[in-house]
């Protein structure tokens, strides 16, 4: 059974820092990348970040670029998102997903975590 685990959620003040976490079974990790997602009330999804599990190459949006960073821990099957100097508006419920690649459809999704970050 595919899984995709999302911890590390919380509340923070802004200009804190989260990092979250990504478990994966189910599916050979190294086939795989992961990204992170993020939908606050009453805005569509948005894509924070992905990782290429094979190469390592990493994408991050122009509102996270800077802030955020995305690493693999191929040996644990986990993707991290480390975020720093977070803002009131990266506040969202946090998911992450599995894709062939970065820029393709994303087949397997967590069932995401809360982040808020409060002014």
């Known amino acids: 059974e595919v899984q995709l685990v999302e911890s590390g959620g919380g509340l923070v003040q802004a200009g804190g820092s989260l990092r979250l976490s990504c478990a994966a079974s189910g599916f050979t990790f190294d086939d795989y990348a992961i990204g992170w997602f993020r939908q606050a009330p009453g805005k569509e999804r948005e894509g924070v970040s992905c990782i290429s599990s094979s190469d390592g190459s990493t994408y991050y949006a122009d509102s996270v670029k800077g802030r955020f960073t995305i690493s693999s821990d191929n040996a644990k099957n986990t993707v991290y998102l480390q975020m720093n100097s977070l803002k009131p508006e990266d506040t969202a419920v946090y998911y992450c997903?599995?894709?062939?690649?970065?820029?393709?459809?994303?087949?397997?999704w967590g069932q995401g975590t809360q982040v808020t970050v409060s002014s």
């Open positions: 997903a599995a894709t062939d690649g970065c820029a393709y459809e994303y087949d397997y």
